[in-house]
Nanobody, 123 residues
Framework: QVQLVESGGGLVQAGGSLRLSCAAS????????MGWFRQAPGKEREFVAA????????YYTDSVKGRFTISRDNAKNTVYLQMNSLKPEDTAVYYC????????????????WGQGTQVTVSS
């Protein structure tokens, strides 16, 4: 059973920063790619960032490039999303997810999901 628990969301002013964390259960965390997704009210879920099993590859959607950084600590079974220069359009529920492979930029590869954490950016 894979369990993912996100934390670190909250309310921040535009231009501010937040760091999201996602703690994963299980002994095979380091074997799989991890990703962050977000969903704003009335919008489809968006694939935000991904990281390979060893941290060697990363992916970012264009709207967050240069502002967000995904990282992982396999010793702690945790993946992070550092979000800087936040904008009101970053407001959404953020979800972490685990892939079925070591690395994927296909959202369909991510089948295990956390419960989400709310990020609200005020203008």
């Amino acid at each position: 059973q894979v369990q993912l628990v996100e934390s670190g969301g909250g309310l921040v002013q535009a231009g501010g920063s937040l760091r999201l964390s996602c703690a994963a259960s299980g002994r095979t965390f380091s074997d799989y790619g991890m990703g962050w997704f977000r969903q704003a009210p009335g919008k489809e879920r968006e694939f935000v960032a991904a990281i390979s099993w060893n941290g060697g590859w990363t992916y970012y959607t264009d709207s967050v490039k240069g502002r967000f950084t995904i990282s992982r600590d396999n010793a702690k079974n945790t993946v992070y999303l550092q979000m800087n220069s936040l904008k009101p359009e970053d407001t959404a529920v953020y979800y972490c997810a685990r892939a079925t492979t070591r690395w994927s930029t296909m959202s369909s590869a991510y089948v295990y999901w956390g419960q989400g954490t709310q990020v609200t950016v005020s203008s």
